[in-house]
């Protein structure tokens, strides 16, 4: 994206998109759906189908058959439920930032499922700590309880899906096509056919 050339660079890209392509699986008859496995073939709603969505997308593929089965699966199955499993945290983690980069009603219908359940999970501690001014001030975690890493990478793995209405860019998009949808150099910090304010829909109630 910054325009750096590196030899070899573009055959990587293409063989990592011929790689995530390899493990994406139909997931039985339904030929509308399927999702990505770790080292083959995956089924539809798959712990994985998030990431191979993210990276394809990311890769520049996010327009790709597999692509949209697998966003039309989570679509049809994906419910979000914090519960006492690190795998589900690391699913969703992958999920929310590929329903994002998506877009449109996709992002809207699961940004309505995940972000008030995600808020309500967090462990709160009244006057937890003290800031700079010495003030006591509240802190908050998650924790799964049975994960590999314990609080530290569920708080962050839950706190990166808060963070994703403002913390990614559109980095699929060389900086060509970004002017290029833009019309030329004129406003390029405007870019609502990237980023369409309308797909962020940020409303949280507590």
């Known amino acids: 994206m910054a325009g750096i050339e590196r030899p070899g660079l573009e055959k990587a890209i293409q063989n990592a998109i ?3 392509k390899a493990n994406f699986g139909h997931g039985g008859s339904d030929t509308s759906g399927g999702g990505f496995g770790y080292s083959g073939p995956g089924r539809a709603g798959a712990i994985l189908s998030g990431a191979g969505i993210l990276s394809l997308q990311l890769l520049g593929a996010g327009e790709s058959e597999e692509v949209k089965r697998a966003l039309h699966s989570h679509n049809e199955r994906r419910e979000f439920v914090f519960d006492a499993s690190y795998r589900r945290t690391y699913q969703h983690y992958y999920d929310t930032q590929a329903r994002f980069h998506e877009g449109g009603e996709g992002w809207r219908e699961w940004n309505r499922k995940f972000s008030v359940p995600l808020v309500n999970a967090q462990t709160v501690i009244p006057n937890g700590i003290a800031d700079l001014q010495g003030r006591m001030v509240d802190i908050g975690y998650w924790c799964n309880n049975n994960g590999p890493a314990g609080r530290v ?3 962050a793995l ?3 899906q808060l963070m994703v209405y403002y913390r990614y860019l559109p980095t699929f998009q060389s900086p060509e096509q970004i002017l290029a949808a833009d019309g030329g150099d004129e406003a390029v910090a ?5 980023v369409e304010a309308q797909d962020l829909d940020i409303e949280i109630q507590l």
């Open 190 to 194: 405007d870019q609502p056919r990237i």
């Open 158 to 160: 839950c706190a990166l």
């Open 153 to 155: 990478m569920d708080t």
């Open 18 to 20: 011929r790689g995530w």
